[in-house]
């Protein structure tokens, strides 16, 4: 019997998470403003590691935890290169020799 409900807790679980990774991309392209782009993309991340680790723990499995870390790692560098972006207008600073 618990395992006929933690299937369809585990199932509703991944179903309200594509809907908020659904509704973070729509505030990604939307977003009024650069800096709530920013964050939307940063809760993007956070959204799509936790639908992952519900995924894997669908199919009782650990192999996703690589990609689990690997996606935050991308992640952050990707919220900080973006943040920078709109601080500054570039990504990569680079010295000239003149």
């Excluded at 933690?6 to 009024?32: D, M, N």
Aim: glycine share 6%; with cysteine.
């Amino acid at each position: 019997m618990i395992e006929g409900i933690l299937f369809w807790v585990i199932f509703l679980s991944l179903c309200f998470s594509t809907l908020s990774i659904l509704a973070t991309i729509y505030r990604c392209v939307k977003g009024p403003t650069a800096s709530e782009r920013v964050q939307a993309l940063d809760a993007l991340g956070i959204n799509i590691i936790a639908a992952v680790a519900i995924f894997s723990v669908f199919l009782r499995t650990t192999a996703f935890f690589e990609v689990i870390l690997l996606i935050g790692i991308l992640s952050f560098i990707g919220t900080i290169a973006f943040a920078r972006f709109i601080e500054r207008g570039i990504v990569i600073e680079r010295e000239h020799a003149d």
